[in-house]
């Protein structure tokens, strides 16, 4: 099983950046996908998650408006599309599929359990 994600970078305030999510090893189409974000010094922090056919999400207050999560099943991708960028936004961002079949998704990390190794979002003011 593999997660990977892709197309973190330093960007601009009020800049926009797609970030990308690659896995293998399963059946992505059965689960509902997430990202979640670990900024500097904090701790893990849910930024949404998109139902396992993608019919719907939903994110976190601070996020909503800005992110958009999108999926794609036919290339088991998922993508995170972020507008509007802050510094406060600078996080290493994570990909992960959700336990259970058939999900809807959840804010809370413990539900997930394929992880990728992340990938370095830097918003300068």
């Known amino acids: 099983v593999r997660v990977v994600e892709s197309g973190g970078c330093l960007v601009q305030s009020g800049g926009s950046l797609r970030l990308s999510c690659a896995a293998s090893g399963f059946t992505m189409d059965w689960y509902a996908m997430a990202w979640f974000r670990q900024p500097p010094g904090k701790e893990r922090e849910f930024v949404g998650a998109i139902k396992w056919n993608g019919a719907t999400t939903f994110y976190a207050s601070s996020v909503k408006g800005r992110f958009t999560i999108s999926r794609d099943n036919d290339k088991n991708t998922v993508a995170l599309q972020m507008n509007s960028l802050k510094p406060e936004d600078t996080a290493v961002y994570y990909c992960?599929?959700?336990?259970?079949?058939?999900?809807?998704?959840?804010?809370?990390?413990?539900?997930?359990?394929?992880w990728g190794q992340g990938t370095q979002v830097t918003v300068s003011s």
């Open positions: 992960a599929s959700q336990r259970r079949e058939y999900s809807y998704g959840s804010s809370f990390d413990e539900e997930y359990d394929y």
